[in-house]
């Protein structure tokens, strides 16, 4: 059946329907939307879209998104250059950033290890990483494992403590625990058995 | 909405939209089941981190017009020691793994639930490459493509007493071959003399039997038998993860 709409308006469609999480129907609305409103905005959104394309990149250390060769954190003087965070995403970064309680450099692997996709060791950035740590001045003291809590984030975590193991370098990894917030009852018991495990005393 | 309950073992799981995920079961009776997982990415779910690959659970499923919902997870079993150790956790991956190109959705097979189940107790119980092997091999048995050990499979000739020389296998013909018809890949005695306690039901021989490097050669070739019978690579046996 031909579409109903002019080829401009499907090509619209079609585009948006590309993005993660936009159906059929999403993609709809959205172009009906971006119909109604003032050719300067539209035209803004082409323009940040193209800009952010242009000029967005990976930091060269690190591979976090930055427009400049190096990103914020690692052109930070005051960050301490003896630690590093390794995290899977860029999102990650901005996460743990906002605790505004870790002061180190990081490490975006851009994935993690997914050994039921085929996902491996060479599609992410470990071996960028071994060489920042081979070649780090200062010398690397800590390198946090801070990987998502699941099978993946696991797996990858397990790997790069494997590999980390020859170096002297102190590794840890994100505690696992409750939520701030939930109820212990609640608490499923692969969550309450990491934090029992990790448990620490308290008024020392 | 219609409930069920089935006991069950997670496949693989899928991210949708912002905090949900498609979660792949092989089910004790209803087959493989794919099942949309509410708000299980969020840190505070209440049952997300029951929903990982290889986690053997209880459900409560709602009957859905195309997907189903997972209702309520409790843990039946835990596999902690297999998930705290890399190679464990990717022998693991790759039980699922197979079990999902050979489980059809809502097709009962519970051989299928109950020897994963075995095979993931077994895992979490023994440090070894051959409970990988050996569980591809009586899967492949069970599928009606039992590798032949005892003839030849191009001049039917009994194999015999093996000894430590080496043998062949053919892939093409599903068995090994005897010196004289030699076709195929290499193969150790030593690895024919496991694959055949395997098949012959004395796995814990076998075990005791194990050298590491006959229980690598064992896992490999069943590796490559399985990917002969399915036709599909295992992608969990190439992720150069060891």
Known sequence: MASPYSPPMQALIDELGRMPGIGPK??????????????????????????????????????????????????????????????????????????????????????????????????????????????????????????????????????????????????????????????????????????????????? | MPQYRDNAVVLRTYKLKESDRIVVFMTEHHGKVRAVAKGVRKSGSRFGGRLEPMSHVDVLFATGRELDIVSQVELIGTTNKARNDLDRLSRGMSMVEVVDQLGMEREETPHLYKMLVGALETLNSTDSDLVLGAFFLKLLTSEGARP?????????????????????????????QCRRCSLGRRVSGDALLLMRAILGGRMIEALNYDSGAASREVTELATLVMEHHTERRLKTMHTNIH
């Open chain 1, 26 to 204: 999403s993609a709809q609305r959205i172009a009906f939307h971006l119909l109604k409103v003032p050719e300067e905005d539209a035209r803004r959104l082409a323009q940040s879209i193209l800009n952010a394309k242009a000029k967005v990149r990976f930091c060269e250390m690190c591979f976090n998104i930055s427009d400049e060769p190096q990103c914020s954190v690692c052109s930070d003087e005051r960050r301490d250059r003896t630690m590093i965070c390794v995290v899977e995403e860029s999102r990650d970064v901005v996460a743990l950033e906002k605790t505004g309680v870790y002061k180190g450099l990081y490490h975006v692997l851009l994935g993690a290890i997914n050994p039921l996709e085929g996902i491996g060791v060479d599609q992410l950035k470990i071996r960028e990483l071994m060489m920042r740590i081979n070649d780090a001045e200062p010398a690397i003291q800590e390198v946090i494992l801070s990987t998502n809590p699941n099978t993946e984030g696991d797996v990858t975590a397990m790997y790069l403590q494997r590999l980390l193991a020859p170096f002297e370098i102190k590794v840890t990894k994100l505690a696992s625990g409750l939520p701030v917030g939930g109820d212990l009852e609640y608490a499923d018991e692969l969550t309450l058995g990491r934090a029992i495990e990790g448990r620490r005393e308290v008024g020392a």
């Open chain 2, 148 to 176: 032949e050990l005892d003839f030849c499979v191009a001049c039917r000739e009994a194999i015999g007493e093996l000894d430590g020389g080496s043998y062949y296998f053919n892939l093409e013909n599903g068995g090994v």
